[in-house]
Nanobody, 115 residues
Framework: QVQLVESGGGLVQPGGSLRLSCAASGSSLTFNTWGWYRQTPGKERELVATVTSGGDTVYADSVKGRFTMSRDNAKNTVYLQMNSLKPEDTAVYYC?????????WGQGTQVTVSS
């Protein structure tokens, strides 16, 4: 079965950078879209960024200019480069992949931005 495994979360100071990775295992599918979402306690999960199979990206307004999402189809992996991090970026970040009507989620990785 398909598994998405995130890595790269952690604690960083405001203004710092982190790079998240999400790798798919158990499948050779080329997913239609990949996405990064984030969630904080008591709030709904929100979209951070998505990328299509063709490489088109969409970003939430709150991260535009600071975050960059990319994908490596050969490795079935996506990345989220996060720069100029702010305390409000603190959340659990989830990886998502879609193939036709099937949706897959990773287990989440904690990102904490604090001094």
């Amino acid at each position: 079965q398909v598994q998405l495994v995130e890595s790269g979360g952690g604690l960083v100071q405001p203004g710092g950078s982190l790079r998240l990775s999400c790798a798919a295992s158990g499948s050779s599918l080329t997913f239609n879209t990949w996405g990064w979402y984030r969630q904080t306690p008591g709030k709904e999960r929100e979209l951070v960024a998505t990328v299509t199979s063709g490489g088109d990206t969409v970003y939430a307004d709150s991260v535009k200019g600071r975050f960059t999402m990319s994908r490596d189809n050969a490795k079935n992996t996506v990345y989220l480069q996060m720069n100029s991090l702010k305390p409000e970026d603190t959340a659990v970040y989830y990886c998502h992949a879609r193939f036709v009507v099937s949706n897959y989620w990773g287990q989440g990785t904690q990102v904490t931005v604090s001094s």
